[in-house]
Structure formats: C-alpha cells, structure tokens
C-alpha cells in the first residue's frame, strides 16, 4: 500500500462474517475480486437445498463501550462483543451493486429446481439445469435459496463413502449414512417430552419473521401429545413466558397458548442469553428446547457456552428455526451441533408446515447415542468432526476423515439405541487415486472448526494456532488466524503516489424487516413489494444478526487483482446497531385454565397449520385436529368422547378418500397421532356406538402404512370383538369399499 503496489486483502470476522479490502484503487480503471468458497448442500425433505447467503444484515449489540476501534463499523467494541466495530458495516436504502446468477444444476438426471426466494428462469440442457434470475439483476437484500427435487429422492442412499486422492499425497473420504432405526421411516414419539419453545419477538422480526414464527409455534403445538409438558418464551429487550413452568399439554393448555401466541408482536432488542438458559434449565434431563429466531446477535459465543454450561448432564437439545430473508445461521448452526440437535431455514414463501414436521420429527425420532466409528482394513485417521453425531432416524448423517492409501475395508459404527448396544458397518472401497478435491476442503474446514473450538491455554494454545494455520494454508481456507493477501507489482505512472482516501461500502437493508420501512425510499419499497405499509412506529428496535455471508462453512479464497477503477481502499463489512434504550413491557394476556365453548371456535377457525399464508384444504382439516388426536363436530351432539370418535371417523373416511396416509409427507406425523387416539377411544368407547368405533378402525387400518401404527390397530380389530372386520383385513379393496360405502354409517 505504501509503495504504491495494488493489494487486495480477505479477514474472517467471525465464521460467517468476512471483510474484503481493496487497496490503491486507480481512477477508471477495472478490480475483479473473486472469492472462492465450498459450502455443503444439504438434504431437506426429499430435496437438495442451497442457500447463497447475499447480505451481513444489522445485528444486536449488548454490553457496554470499551476497548480501541480497529475497523469502520457502526458501533464500537464493547465489553460483551469487542469486535463490533468489525461486524457492524454502515447501511443504505441503496447501494450500486446488484446479484446476478448463473446456476448449472449438473446431477446426472432432470431435476426440478424452485426458488421460495427469487422468481427465476430454469433452462432444461438434457439431464442438466440452468438457472438464472427472472430479471438481470436482483437486490442483495435476502438470501438467495434453492431446492432442487427428482421423481423419488435425492438423498436416498443408505450408506456411501465419496474420496478424493492425488498420487503420492494423503486421501480424504466422506462417509454418508441415512439410518432407518424404526423400519417403517416413521418411529414411535418418545413419550413425556418436554418441549419449550423460546421465541424472538426483538424488532428485526417486524413484518414478515413474525408471522412466521407465529405461525411455526402454532404448529409446533399440534405435534406435541397427551403427555408431554411445554411452555412458550418470548423475547426482546426483556422476556416473559406462557406459564411459570412447564405444563401438561391438553386442549385447553393448547388453546390458551394458542391465544398468547397470537398476542405477540416484535419490538425492541434481542436479549436471547437469559430466555434460553431459562428455557435449557426449564427443559431438564432430556427435554428440548425450540428457538425460533433470526439469530441476528452479536455476542454469539458468550450465549453458546452459557447455555452449554447451564445444560451440564441434562442433555437437553437445542432446535432451532432460523426465521426470515437474512438468517444468521452460526449460532444457530453451533446450537445445533453442541447439543445434537438440528436447525431449520424457513424462508418467506416457504410452506412452514414442512419445516416444523421435519423439525419434530427429528426431536423425537429414535436416536442411536454415544457413536463412536472404528475404521478396519485402511488406515484412516484425523476424523471430523472430532465428537461423532447421533444417529438419527431418516437423517442424514456423515463424517470426514484422512487416509494414507488406498484399499478395502470397513467401517464399523456402534453406539446406544433404546438403552442395548447398536453396530452397523459400511464397507469401504478408497481408491489410490480420485479427484474430488471438494472432500479435502470439507474435511479441512470441519477439523479447523473443530480445532478453533477447542478450549486450551498456554502451549497447547500456540500448537492449536500453529496446526489451524497450516491446515489453513494447505487448503486455501480462511481462519480466524489466517487472512488472503494479494499484491498486484505496479510500476511507472501506476504506482499510486500520495495518501489515498478511505472509501467504505455500505450494505443494504435487509428485505421483508418492517422496521426499515422508513428509511427506504417510497419507489423502492414498492419496487420490492414492501409497499410501507407496516411501519414499525415504537420508536429505535434492536437490529439482528447477519445473513451468513458464506453458509456457516469456512470458504476458500482466492484472488485476482485486475487494474482498478476509484481510488481508496474498500471495507465491507457486517452490520449492527447498538442497543434500544429502554426494555419494553412483555406481558401478554393469558387465557384462563377452563376450555370453554368459545375456545373450541378459536380453535376450528384460527388453528389451522397453514396458518397466516398459503393455507390448504388439508391444512385446515388438520388444523382443527385437538391435543388428543381426535376431531370435534359440535353438529354431532353433546361434546362427549363419543362425540369426539365420531367426527374423527368422518375425518379418517375423508382421508381415505383423498388418498392421505401415515407416509404422507406433511400429515404423516399427525395422522399417526390420530390413529394412536382412535385405538385408545374405540377401547373405551366401542359398546356405545360398534358402528361408528369399526368404522374408524377400518379407515384406520387403511391409512396406517407403518408395520408398528398398523399392528396396533389390528390387535384393536381382532382383539376388540370386531369379527367382520377382522375378516376382512389383508383385502385392501374390499375394505376401502366398505369404509367408503354411503349407505353405512
């Protein structure tokens, strides 16, 4: 810089927070920065999903000023985040820069590629795709989110292993497993859950966040069962909670909770630290907590190890729903690792339904504990991440290793499922040579993520630094100890002579946070669809995290300087804003303990899990079902259980007839909860209307698919005094057609 050279420079800030400097620009000419990063396409529901972070949205900044600033950011270090000033870039309602995309989907077969966040246009090239946005340019003001799906699935591969390996340099495997521990990819629930869901109503969730995270808590409380123990935290500058400590789910429970929700609004700051070691301590031995956030905090360490130090032997869980068009995923991500738990992106324009079944579905799916993986017959070694993850039923699971050379052999992994030894093994074939260089840079990335979180002083702390560094260096992969420097040799009149300016690049706003409205210019607002119309007027909000400028994966870097146009040095940054001034009350009205017949109306017309958007016939159904499993139909007569049985069979015989059963994607879940309480109110119920309980038992047996839903419901046929029905039974047509018959019941 000083002599005059061009230099170009790549800094992490946090994981998902980098800062690009460009230096000695030259007036009219042209600087091509590229950086280069691997990110790990994930398995979402059939589906491979990618998410192109676009913006460093503001964050919340707790903790007092203090310290020297050291970068061009809004707010300064302070006691609890001493690198705000390096996370917190400047904002503007418009900026000079724009996204294009060029996308080729290259997987050996046609796939149907959709975009929740951006309209865009998708060119078939034989087996391949590409995709590229409905207009030149779009706003990086949200994260750019993809999902591709073929007939069948994608992520469908019981085991595999992927490698890459130069000729006389160390391999790199990935091993894959997609466990199915219940047989019929759907287990049994875990029994007495307790379940607490910790949701972020801070300012930054104005507007569209908040309808979401509404709407996923009501559905989170339709999949919870008689039972299970729950409570409901919400919070901003300060936090309040549903109910002093957990409580029994009911429907009555329900209901009320139902109504709290629905009294929530978003303002003020993001104080997540207390609300969930509140919600970790209230979740005990086992329990799980469910954060809905956008994660947009600054102190993210300093919340991670309070909660991992207040969890202690409790092993409770953390879920997360990271919430709107700029997520900051790394909190949530290490949330998520450090306690075996998962995270899920809903983005505006996403069914939330999906989310929050594939979400409960993991919480309480069968789970294989205490994994430990043993390589036979290769010599494989530096596996990553070092603490192996469980096993979950239907989910993805994988691991990163090193190998010396090639060969066959096997993998043995074992572990605790339902309290007896688990063991399965995957056999290994790791050639000598194979290019698959992105195995290498995932495995590098995971083992210095896992390096950076190791907690050690003194020399073990220099050895960790000097290990992180070369692993860094080996790869081309950004650390918290390693930067990408470029120098660009001038000479003649293009040498820079003199003090150049600083010139900071701002960031834009982020889309779809009401609390921004007013500072974008009104023909951009509507440009963009915002409109104005959901000013939030209570005065300065707290701002929240980043979107993840690189997916939560360490990227690898590399640079080309070209001539450039300008002059100064450029510094992109994330963003924050400091603090709001004052907590704003949270206290919202409770509902009282006895259901009443109102509450039974909230609940047919406002329950529905499509909730506020996108809602569908099916949703609606299913949005009336109650706490028990059954259904309610105030036409039938009396409220009685009896009542109850009788309108969940005019539901089950719908379901038949719309060809939905336990394996369907969103109902699934539900539907085998209403089976379970059909055979429960048919044992009680069956010698006050036999009609109506074998009715149901015979749609029941229809839409039970999994081998365990459908015994219980034949040992509740054949045990429960049902002779014809009995008889019936591995006829499937014959028993359709007599469920379906008009002129029965």
């Known amino acids: ?51 192109i972070p676009t913006l460093v949205a503001p964050r919340y900044i707790p903790g007092s000023p203090g310290g020297d600033r050291t970068a061009h950011g809004e707010h300064p270090p302070t006691d609890r985040v001493p690198d705000a000033d390096r996370i917190t870039p400047p904002r503007a309602a418009e900026v000079g820069y724009g996204l294009k995309l060029d996308l080729l989907f290259d997987l050996g077969r046609a796939v149907k590629v959709e975009s929740p966040s951006h309209a865009i246009t998708a060119i078939t090239e034989g087996a391949r795709v590409r995709v590229r946005f409905a207009q030149p340019e779009v706003a990086l003001d949200r994260d750019v989110v993809l999902t591709a799906r073929a007939p069948g699935s994608l992520a469908s591969q019981a085991a595999g292993v992927v490698a890459h390996r130069a000729l006389g340099s160390d391999g790199y495997l990935a091993l894959s497993v997609v466990p199915d521990l219940a047989g019929d990819g759907g287990a049994a629930a875990a029994k007495g859950v307790t379940a607490i869901f910790v949701v972020d109503v801070s300012g930054s969730m104005a507007g569209d966040s908040i309808i979401e995270a509404r709407a996923a808590l009501r559905l989170c409380l339709r999949h919870l069962r008689a039972g299970d123990r729950f409570n409901v935290i919400a919070f901003s500058n300060s936090h309040s909670s549903f109910e002093r400590e957990p409580v029994p789910f009911t429907q009555a429970s329900m209901a009320s909770a139902d109504r ?34 956008d994660g947009e905090v600054g102190n993210e360490d300093e919340i991670l190890q309070a909660v991992l130090r207040r ?19 790394a909190l949530l991500r290490d949330l998520a690792r450090e306690t ?80 007896e030894a688990f063991a399965m093994r995957v056999a290994l074939d790791l050639p000598e040579e194979v290019s698959r260089p992105v195995v290498a840079k995932l495995w590098a ?39 990408f420097v470029v120098v660009e040799q001038r000479s003649g009149d293009r040498r820079v002579s003199g003090m150049p300016e600083t010139v900071v690049v701002p960031v834009g706003l982020p889309a779809g946070w009401a609390m921004f409205d007013q500072e974008r210019a009104p023909e951009e607002s509507v440009r963009r669809g915002y409109g104005g119309q959901n000013v939030n007027k209570t005065g300065p909000m707290r701002t929240g995290a ?27 940054r994330a963003s924050a804003m400091g603090p709001p001034p004052a907590p704003a009350p949270m206290a919202p009205p409770k509902a009282g303990k006895m259901m009443e017949r109102a509450e039974m109306d909230f609940m047919a017309e406002e329950a529905a899990p499509m909730m ?28 009685s259980e009896l009542r109850r049985l009788r309108a969940t069979a005019k539901v089950l015989k719908t379901l038949v007839e719309r060809g939905v059963d336990t394996t369907h994607g969103l109902y699934g879940v539900p539907l085998r909860k209403a089976l379970e309480a059909v055979v429960a109110a048919v044992a009680a119920l069956a010698a006050q209307d036999a009609a109506t309980a074998e009715r ?36 499937a047509p014959r028993v359709r057609a007599w469920v379906l018959d008009p002129s029965v019941g």
Do not use: C
């Not at 995270?343 to 989310?355: A, L, Q, S």
């Not at 980043?546 to 300087?561: D, E, I, T």
């Open 311 to 329: 969890r202690g032997e409790s092993r409770a869980r953390v879920y997360s729903f990271g919430i709107g068009t700029n997520v900051s995923d």
């Open 340 to 419: 075996g738990a998962a995270v899920e992106f809903i983005h505006p324009g996403e069914r939330i339904d999906e989310k929050v079944v594939a979400q409960f579905s993991r919480a309480v799916a069968p789970r294989v504990t205490d994994v430990t993986v043993r390589f036979v017959g290769v010599d494989v070694g530096e596996v990553a991440p070092s603490r192996t993850p469980d096993l979950v039923d239907g989910e993805p699971w994988s691991l990163l290793a090193r190998y010396t050379r090639g060969g066959g052999g096997t993998a043995e992994i074992s572990g605790r499922w339902q309290g």
């Open 696 to 731: 149901a038992l015979g749609a029941a047996w229809l839409l039970a698919m999994g081998p365990r839903t459908r015994a219980a419901v034949e040992a509740a046929i054949t045990g429960g005094g049902h002779p014809a029905l009995a008889a019936m039974l591995g006829d």
């Open 445 to 483: 990335a995971e083992r210095i993520r896992d390096l950076e979180d190791a907690r050690v002083d003194g020399r073990r702390a220099e050895s960790m630094r000097q290990r992180i560094t070369a692993l860094a260096v080996e790869h081309g992969i950004a650390s918290r100890y390693t930067s």
């Open 546 to 572: 980043p979107a993840p400028m690189l997916g939560g994966m360490a990227p690898s870097a590399k640079k080309r300087a070209m001539p450039p146009k300008g002059a100064g040095a450029v510094a992109a």
């Open 612 to 639: 506020e958007r996108g809602g569908d016939e099916l949703g609606a159904l299913f949005g009336r079902q109650l706490a028990s499993g059954l259904w309610d139909d105030a036409t039938l007569g009396a409220e």
């Open 260 to 293: 709290w929700v629905d009294s929530l609004s978003a303002e003020g700051g993001t104080e997540l630290l207390e609300p969930l070691v509140l919600a970790t301590t209230m979740a005990g031995s086992g329990g799980v907590v469910m954060l809905l956030t």
């Open 1 to 51: 810089m000083v002599a005059g050279h061009g230099a170009a420079l790549l800094e992490q800030e946090r994981s998902n927070v980098f800062t690009a400097t460009v230096g000695n620009l030259l007036p009219g000419e042209e600087t091509l920065v590229e950086v280069e990063y691997v990110q790990r396409v994930t398995a979402d529901e059939g589906s491979l999903r990618w998410m």
